[in-house]
């Protein structure tokens, strides 16, 4: 079942939930199925294993297809990445050609029967009955067509030749479907073929990067005021993000990581470093980080983090907790007594957070930034979720997506309420610091000098 030779080759069938049996074949051709189902497993990603059983072949040729499911689905990126091709029908009135696209069926209200199409070319009505006649006569066009060597292909149900897919009965399944997000989804995958976007507030990561200014720690804007660090803790690794505040704004200087065994003494050494470091700032003085938050809530780093900070609370680097609520404050101060702890409302932190990256207001990037920052800052999304009937707002992790980067930048934002200096204060200690030091008189001695 599993195996065939026939003259001129040999086909074999593999399940992509256990990638490891990939390891014992290579292949010339690779055909994988429904991709936007494939789990990634603790042995990788099943697409990148089997495609590297063909690197050998200089001929190799890989498909892949899939009912999309979700728009950051493997599906949906291969596409994006292709020549993006469209099917397009002839339309029998007019003679252009046009993709049958959902919006441009049309029925009259409570009749889905009289579903039909409407050509976007010239406004021409046409019926049911001519869809074999335009399908056969229709085309593939490259909506991308300077990329070269990666065909797509995207085709919806409309151009189905089966009479269960006649527009008609498509029309009256799309009403029962779309009095549920659920159901809505599996109509939008399954017959139009598109990727599902989840409501909310979501964001587009080569549109962020593309966001990027001109400025970094050893280029700041001279209207830094502050600069503020958020540390989250891996078993493996420390990752930090640098923000700058301003009087309004928020500045993502840099992203660091170290690695280390959390419970070894190297990490803490180079985030001791990072945290005496200091940069030359365009008003003249040198700036610090002034804050630093420390996550001790992930995997029992807690008396690792508490040992890190609790000689350094002078400095502002204190060990924080996140908890989610969108009522609770952004950052607070633990309510158990004795406890040297900070309490990071998470949720509202990025609701304010997601609010000014929506909007491009408040926020701003610096050329140091590579493109994982903002692939895991744009990780989460904020949906709403119908729990026993009533909306709830919440923040979800996108699947396959890591987080670093977002958590270490709430806490950045969140830290920044330790320092309670007025900006005037501050802007004239930047400014003052220009003044050149003078040199500490030292006073010879002749008993020292002999
Ligand atoms: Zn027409």
């Known amino acids: 079942m599993l195996a065939r030779r026939f ?29 936007d189902g494939y789990e990634i497993t603790q042995e990788g990603d099943p697409i990148k294993l089997a495609e590297m059983r063909t690197l050998t072949f200089r001929d190799r040729k890989i498909l892949a297809g899939s009912t999309p499911v979700f728009d950051f689905g493997p599906i949906t990126r291969l ?27 049309q029925w009259k209200e409570d009749d889905p029967d009289s579903a039909h199409w409407v050509c976007p070319r010239n406004g021409c009505v046409v019926e049911e009955r001519f869809k074999p006649h335009m399908v056969a006569q229709g085309r593939w066009r490259a909506t991308a067509p ?33 009095r549920a997000p659920e159901t809505l989804q599996v109509f939008q ?52 993000v640098l923000m700058g505040h301003t009087e309004t704004d928020w500045l993502i200087l840099d992203h660091r990581v170290f690695w280390g065994p959390i419970d070894g003494e190297t990490i803490w050494q180079e985030l001791d470093s990072l945290l005496k470091e200091a940069w030359q700032h365009p008003n003249g003085g040198t700036i610090r980080i002034d804050a630093c938050a420390v996550d001790s809530s992930d995997g029992g780093h807690l008396e690792t983090v508490m040992g890190f900070c609790r000689p350094r609370f002078g400095r502002r ?78 923040f979800e992790r996108i699947k396959g997506k890591r987080a670093e980067t977002l958590d270490a930048s709430v806490y950045a934002l969140a830290v920044r309420q330790l320092i309670g200096q007025s900006v005037d204060r ?25």
């Open 7 to 35: 003259p001129g080759g040999s086909l074999k069938f593999l399940a992509a939930k256990s990638p490891r049996n990939l390891r014992r074949h290579t292949t010339r051709f690779l055909a994988m199925d429904e991709i």
């Open 79 to 105: 596409y994006d990445q292709s020549d993006k091709r469209v099917f397009e029908c002839l339309c029998p009135s007019c003679a252009e050609y046009s993709e049958i696209t959902w919006a441009s069926i």
């Open 146 to 178: 300077e990329v070269k060597g990666h065909a797509g292909f995207a085709v919806n149900c409309l151009v189905s030749p089966h009479h269960n897919a006649r527009w008609g009965k498509l029309a009256a399944e799309f009403l029962l479907a779309k």
């Open 189 to 240: 995958n399954t017959i139009l073929g598109q990727p599902w976007k989840t409501e909310g507030e979501d964001f587009d990561e080569h549109e962020l990067f593309a966001r990027r200014e001109a400025f970094n720690l050893d280029n700041l804007p001279p209207e830094t005021l502050w600069i503020t660090a958020g540390v989250d803790c891996q078993d493996d690794r420390l990752e930090i």
């Open 317 to 394: 680097v204190v060990p924080i907790k996140g908890v989610a609520g969108f009522s609770r404050p952004i950052f607070q101060r633990s309510g158990t007594k004795g406890q040297h702890l900070w309490i990071v409302g998470v949720d509202a932190a990025k609701s304010a957070l997601f609010a000014r990256v929506g909007r491009n207001q408040g926020i701003r990037f610096g050329d140091a930034l590579l493109p994982i920052f903002f692939e895991q800052l744009a990780s989460e999304r904020r949906v709403v979720r119908y729990v026993r009937g009533k909306p709830e707002a919440r």
């Open 426 to 450: 501050r802007a004239e200690e930047l400014a003052s610091q220009a003044a050149p030091k003078r040199p500490p008189v030292v006073i010879k001695s002749k008993w020292l000098g002999g």
